[in-house]
Each structure stands twice: as structure tokens, then as C-alpha cells.
T-cell receptor
Framework: NAGVMQNPRHLVRRRGQEARLRCSPM?????VYWYRQLPEEGLKFMVY????????ESGMPKERFSAEFPKEGPSILRIQQVVRGDSAAYFC????????????FGQGTRLTVV | GDSVTQMEGPVTLSEEAFLTINCTYT??????LFWYVQYPGEGLQLLLK?????DKGSNKGFEATYRKETTSFHLEKGSVQVSDSAVYFC?????????????FGRGTQLTVWP
């Protein structure tokens, strides 16, 4: 049973480009959470999705960031017109029920904006 | 609001030394409490958890006891090894939340020397 899969592991983008980060949850998991880890900080919640629905996006920046979890395929975190401050590690987690089981984390995508 | 305050790092110890990493929390009701570990270049792995007051979580020689009276969940290990070198995160999941969203501390870097 594969764990939470994130790709790419490392992503370099120039300022103004778009970044797309992918997350495939564990098999049987329908809840996905995205977190951002800035240098020297803990993880901060960004968004919680179920299939085809955004449940809680209270941690998402108001502009340039969006997330989706389509019926088929991985969850995507999209950052438009990236800036240097977007450089961080982005982690995805999944679980199988609404908070009553532990969340399993992927290995993260390390985004560097140059 | 819900939050976690974690002992500032870095912590440097010699092999076989005793480890304590302090964690206190603010939350209403009885949240679930977690310790996650992040090895270099990896994602977060659940180390241990406790879901109600006075529960003790334990794994790989690490222990933490859920203390409601002091709102604490300190991580301890009697004899650390070089392989324990990692970043440790304390986290909580509010009972009132059905969303499975975690609140993390800032993390504590542990380095163990042989």
C-alpha cells in the first residue's frame, strides 16, 4: 500500500511563473490537506479538500493560490505568478475519515523561486 | 484560538543522554495530541499520539503523557541515539473540529552526537 505520493520532490521556478504541485493520497483516502513549511517554522495549514470539494481554505493566501481535488487524479496545489516568498516546503496529508484517523504525510515538494 | 507552543531549539545531546522537549497547548475541550518526527529531506512521520487526558503515547522508546491540568504533552526519551537526530513537531487536533486539521508547533531540531 503506497503512502502519500507527492511530485515533484523539488521544483525550481522563476519569479512570475506558475508552480503546480501534485499529491496522490493513500489508497482509500478521500480527504487531503495541504500544509506549507516556511524556513525555520512549523507547518501551517492551507486547505482541506475532499473529492471535487474544497471544505476549508481558511489558510490559503487570498491571491495566486488555488487547490483542487478532482474526481479522478491527484490533488493539485497551484501557485500563479510565484514570488520569492513562496519558496517553502509544501506537504500534503491524507486520511480516510473526517479527522478520526491519523493523517499520513507525503515527503513534500520543495519549491524554490529564483 | 487553538495553538501549540514548543520548546525552542536546537537541542544538542550526547548519545545515551536523557531527552525532554516541552510542548504546551491552548485549546477548548479535549483535543488529540501528537508528536511528529521529520528526518532530513523527508516528510513528517507520526511518532506517537494521545487522545484523552492522562493517556500516554509511546513508540521507539519515546513517551509523552497528555496532562490536562498543565495543558502539556512533553516528549521524553531515556537514552537517545544518533539516529534520533531529526526535527520534532508537537501538534494538536481540536475535538470541536471535524475537519482533521492539525495545528503544529514550530519544531525542535535535535542533534545527537556519538
Amino acid at each position: 500500500n503506497a503512502g502519500v505520493m507527492q511530485n515533484p520532490r523539488h521544483l525550481v521556478r522563476r519569479r512570475g511563473q506558475e508552480a503546480r504541485l501534485r499529491c496522490s493520497p493513500m489508497k482509500g483516502h478521500s480527504h487531503v490537506y495541504w500544509y506549507r513549511q516556511l524556513p525555520e517554522e512549523g507547518l501551517k495549514f492551507m486547505v482541506y479538500l475532499q473529492k471535487e470539494n474544497i471544505i476549508d481554505e481558511s489558510g490559503m493566501p487570498k491571491e495566486r493560490f488555488s487547490a483542487e481535488f478532482p474526481k479522478e487524479g491527484p490533488s493539485i496545489l497551484r501557485i500563479q505568478q510565484v514570488v520569492r516568498g513562496d519558496s517553502a516546503a509544501y506537504f500534503c496529508a491524507s486520511n480516510s475519515d473526517r479527522g478520526y484517523t491519523e493523517a499520513f504525510f507525503g515527503q513534500g515538494t520543495r519549491l524554490t523561486v529564483v | 484560538g487553538d495553538s501549540v507552543t514548543q520548546m525552542e531549539g536546537p537541542v544538542t545531546l550526547s548519545e545515551e543522554a536523557f531527552l525532554t522537549i516541552n510542548c504546551t497547548y491552548t485549546a477548548t475541550g479535549y483535543p488529540s495530541l501528537f508528536w511528529y518526527v521529520q528526518y532530513p529531506g523527508e516528510g513528517l512521520q507520526l511518532l506517537l499520539k494521545a487522545t484523552k487526558a492522562d493517556d500516554k503515547g509511546s513508540n521507539k522508546g519515546f513517551e509523552a503523557t497528555y496532562r490536562k491540568e498543565t495543558t502539556s504533552f512533553h516528549l521524553e526519551k531515556g537514552s537517545v541515539q544518533v539516529s534520533d537526530s531529526a526535527v520534532y513537531f508537537c501538534a494538536l487536533r481540536p475535538l470541536s473540529s471535524t475537519l482533521g486539521r492539525l495545528y503544529f508547533g514550530r519544531g525542535t531540531q535535535l542533534t545527537v552526537w556519538p
